[in-house]
Structures are given as C-alpha cells and as structure tokens.
C-alpha cells in the first residue's frame, strides 16, 4: 500500500525567505510524484510533477529516492504563494493511476 | 472552458436524510474520479469510473453509497442515510484516459454538513 506523508499541518514564512514543504511517501515500486496546490476559494490543481523537473511559479521539487521525499522548496516566497500544498503520489505502472495525496501543510506568507 | 463542473456547492442535510452531488467533467474526459476529503487531511478515492463502467469502488461505503455514470459523461454520487461522520466536502475529478500522464482536474467540490 501507498502512504504520503506531510509532518507539518502549519509552515509561516516571512515574504523573502526560503520555504520547504516535507513530503515523504511509502511505495514498494515506482513511484510519480505531485504537487498539488489550493488557493484560498479556488479548487485544487497541479503545481508540479517529478517527471517534468520543472519549476513553476518558483517552486521546485526533486524526487530523493534514497530518502524517499519529495520535498516542494522556493527560495524567495512571496505573499501570493500562501495556500494549501497536497503531496500526492501515483504509481508509474498500471492503469489505476490513483493518486494518494497527503494530509497538506498550510503555508503562510507574511508581509 | 469550464472545467469540471459540480452541484450544489454547498448541502446541509439532518442525519438519515438522503443526498446527492451531481458532476460534469470536461469535456471529452472519459475517466471520472469521486473522492471524499474529510476535515484536515488530503481527498481520499471513493470511486473511479472508465466511461460508464466504474473499475475501482473497493473504497466506497457500499451499505450507504452509491454512484453511477450512465451515460459515460456526467456522474450522480448518492448517500442514503447520511450520517454525522459524511460531513466532508465531495470532489469530482476527471482525466482524459487513465494509464496515461495526463494530469487530473478538480471540480470545486460540494460540502456536506449533517446535523
């Protein structure tokens, strides 16, 4: 069985300064893994996945296979980035596809 | 476009009373995902549907749950009696084909209160 976990309900950062958001998962075989984010009364959308090793809005994540996480980080947070960040991950085989999503971390940016 | 589409935003209902959330995913999406997220913690997968066929329910309360797509496109998701413990708030979510990449989309959801 899959299993994502997020071990900070609450993370606070001033506007400027770095910003990480733990993810660590559990899966016996090959995992995808995703970021979702949900702004403040909008629905929940992608942010980023490992397969695309890209950055959006700021924001990076590397899959660390070893260690097992997919930590979200960006460098200089910025008061727009204060929302709801779900971890969730999916495996690569099968035609299942589920996610399974951790139980978030609210992020606060303050001015 | 509008994205996935669900009714009603909102729902509060007393204990034993039926319920039921309706969805439109978008267009051209044939794989249709229901998931319940409870208060503090991420959605968590009821039932997901391939056109018209549901292939994955193993996690759906079926004493009290019930779903269907009949048409392959729109979905009905039903409870009946609720209970206290349904409070929640009910997402819809829909991919063009599962086995592929292609990301999920998120409907806003329909928030249950039973009282």
């Known amino acids: 069985a899959q299993r994502v976990t997020q071990p900070e309900k609450l993370l606070s950062v001033f506007k400027g300064a770095p910003v990480e958001l733990k993810c660590n998962y559990s899966?016996?075989?090959?995992?995808?893994l995703f970021w979702y984010v949900q702004y403040s009364r909008q629905r929940l959308q992608l942010l980023l996945r490992?397969?695309s090793r890209e950055s959006i809005k700021g924001f990076t994540a590397d899959l660390n296979k070893g260690e097992t996480s997919f930590h979200l980080k960006k460098p200089f947070a910025q008061e727009e980035d204060s929302a709801m960040y779900y971890c969730?991950?999916?495996?690569?085989?099968?035609?299942?596809?589920?996610?399974?999503f951790g139980s978030g971390t609210q992020l606060t940016v303050l001015p | 476009e509008a994205g996935v589409v669900q009714s009603p935003r909102y729902k509060i209902i007393e204990k034993k009373q039926p319920v039921a959330f309706w969805c439109n995913p978008i267009?051209?999406?044939?794989?249709l995902y229901w998931y319940r997220q409870n208060l503090g913690q991420g959605p968590e997968l009821l039932i997901r549907?391939?056109?018209?066929?549901?292939?994955?329910d193993s996690q759906l309360p079926k004493d009290r749950f019930s779903a269907e797509r009949l048409k392959g496109v729109d979905s009905t998701l039903k409870i009946q009696p609720a209970e206290l413990g349904d409070s929640a708030v009910y997402l819809c979510?829909?991919?063009?084909?599962?086995?592929?990449?292609?990301?999920?989309?998120f409907g806003p959801g329909t928030r249950l209160t039973v009282l």
């Open positions: 267009s051209g999406h044939n794989t």
């Open positions: 490992h397969i």
């Open positions: 549907y391939e056109n018209e066929e549901a292939v994955d």
């Open positions: 979510a829909s991919r063009r084909t599962s086995g592929s990449t292609d990301t999920q989309y």
């Open positions: 899966y016996s075989g090959s995992p995808e």
């Open positions: 969730a991950l999916t495996p690569f085989s099968g035609s299942a596809r589920q996610l399974t």
